[in-house]
């Protein structure tokens, strides 16, 4: 049995995504277009490091190249993540399949770059974790992660360039889901 075209794209993006740079590229795109060389600066990278993840996220089409400009005689790419589609959250498997190789490789690499972000948390009474698993009324669930899902959009939509004069970094890392009842 062969997958199809949808299952496959949701495939790749999934793959694109298992990887902590790249993970730290996309929130660095939600909030301006970038070029390569630009990326590597921000987050310390050689400039082929970032080309390459750079490739990999625009080969799975989770992000666009939304121009081009002449730099020292070359050609830079300036590339851009449009999150408001929710380009930069995993698909969900349908009710009757589990997730798949993919989607736990995706929530590894999440756990990776939360565990990376903790080392920079400020202390102070702004800062919210909240871990649970629990048992609850299907409306209120889809009530809540409506909302849930609402403010991640509006973060992303929110979201300005790294290091904006009166900006603060701040990190949001969101994972919900419905857990099967049979374990």
């Known amino acids: 049995m062969s997958l199809g ?3 496959e794209q949701a495939r790749a993006q999934l793959r694109a995504l298992a990887h902590p740079i790249r993970l730290r590229m996309l929130s660095l795109l939600t909030a301006s ?3 390569a060389a630009e990326i590597a600066r921000e987050l310390e990278l050689t ?8 490739r990999q996220l ?8 939304v121009g081009e400009e002449r730099i020292h005689g070359g050609i830079a790419k300036r590339y851009r993540h449009h999150s ?6 995993p698909k969900t498997t349908p009710a009757d399949r589990r997730p798949t190789r993919e989607h736990l490789l995706v929530y590894a690499a999440m ?11 400020r202390r102070g009474p702004h800062n919210h ?10 409306s209120a669930w889809a009530s809540i992660r409506d909302q849930i899902e609402a403010a991640s959009d509006e973060l992303h939509r929110l979201a300005v360039p790294p290091r904006t004069s009166g900006s603060i970094r701040v990190n949001a ?3 919900l889901f419905e857990m099967r009842s049979d374990q």
């Open 47 to 54: 400039h082929a490091n970032a080309s390459y993840h750079l």
């Open 58 to 65: 625009h080969a799975a089409q989770v992000i666009d190249i």
């Open 33 to 35: 277009a970038l070029t």
């Open 173 to 175: 890392t969101i994972a």
């Open 5 to 7: 075209v949808a299952d």
């Open 111 to 121: 756990a990776a770059e939360l565990q990376r972000r903790a080392a920079t948390m």
């Open 129 to 138: 974790l909240t871990d649970a698993e629990l048992w609850i009324d299907p």
């Open 84 to 89: 408001s589609a929710g380009g930069d959250r």
